[in-house]
């Protein structure tokens, strides 16, 4: 394609939806139609920055919200899936897997230019790098959920009950997937395990969530790691910007009054790992390396520690 357009492919197998898409494009400026394509041979490099993919959810045979987490490791275009009004998966759905949302059927001029106008002209997750290390396919019965348009049971699967934060399922899925991303395209990522000494009640423990909320970016990934703790993957930030934001938590927890569930000062300690470091080539290096630095800060009584 050239003359500077972007282009808009399609993965779909329906003829009725590769027309009705076609006719949209051609009535957006600046944008032509390549046509329709398969996920492999996006994967081998079709989708420029600004470019779009749209995945019909119904092309099979592999799982559309798994062939946009496989697209965003090795595309930079924008992806989209496209799906039925009744399907019910919303943007966060979409976000979990790379997308940056869904466009329902069938696809229009207005639905498509506004879902162009409404996204970040990057992809929202430019994520893993295929093909290295073991790959974290999504569980067989989230992909069902998926298809079958219950949004409940995916947020309980993704999410820890107590505090809203996502739980470890998925921190360990998105460990992987940020690593890599921060390995492919060269960008820093900064891995914060934070937490306390004892026990916090059900209240604290929202109020420490909201205090990471306020402090962080839409890009960070938070979550709880275990009863006492919790990890942090902060994408394009690198171990300054880690410290600042694991001081303003503390410094908010002093500054509420949070305690544990006996009535003493919840004390937080901090430990923070990153890439690139000459000793972090795979993702068990950096969670190991912020485990370890925030041992060394709890043993130090409420501190932060950098692993150098």
């Keep these: 394609m050239g003359d500077g357009l972007r282009t808009i492919r399609i993965v779909t197998s329906d003829e009725v939806l590769l027309n009705s898409t076609s006719a949209a494009a051609q009535n957006l400026e600046g944008w032509e139609f390549g046509g329709a394509a398969t996920v492999d041979e996006l994967r081998e490099g079709a989708g420029a920055p600004g470019d779009v993919i749209l995945l019909d959810v119904t092309a099979g045979p592999e799982n559309a919200y798994e062939s946009c987490r496989r697209l965003t490791g090795t595309s930079r275009a924008r992806i989209f899936i496209v799906g039925n009004d009744d399907l019910g998966v919303g943007g966060a759905i979409a976000s979990f897997c790379g997308a940056s949302k869904v466009i329902p059927k069938p696809i229009s001029a ?123 993957f902060l994408p394009n930030t690198g171990p300054d910007g880690a410290t600042v934001m694991a001081e303003r938590i503390k410094a908010i927890a002093n500054e509420r009054g949070l305690k544990d569930i006996i009535g003493d000062p919840l004390e937080i300690s901090a430990g923070i790992a990153f890439y690139p470091h000459v000793d972090v080539s795979k993702r068990e290096a950096l969670f190991s390396r912020a485990r370890d630095a925030f041992f060394e800060a709890r043993e130090a009584g409420a501190g932060l520690v950098t692993a150098n």
Excluded: W
């Design 110 to 232: 207005s639905a498509l230019r506004e879902a162009l106008a409404g996204a970040d002209p990057r992809p929202a997750l430019q994520v893993s790098e295929r093909g290295a290390g073991t790959e974290h396919a999504l569980p067989e019965s989230l992909l069902g959920d998926l298809m079958s348009g219950s949004t409940q049971p995916i947020l309980r699967a993704l999410v820890d009950p107590e505090t809203g934060l996502f739980n470890y399922e998925f921190l360990t899925f998105k460990l992987d997937e940020e690593f890599k991303r921060a390995r492919r395209f060269g960008t820093p990522l900064s891995c914060v395990m934070l937490g306390f000494e004892g026990q916090a009640s059900e209240d604290v423990l929202r109020q420490l969530a909201g205090a990471f909320l306020e402090t962080s970016r839409d890009t960070d990934v938070l979550g709880r790691f275990d009863e006492s703790s919790f990890l942090f």
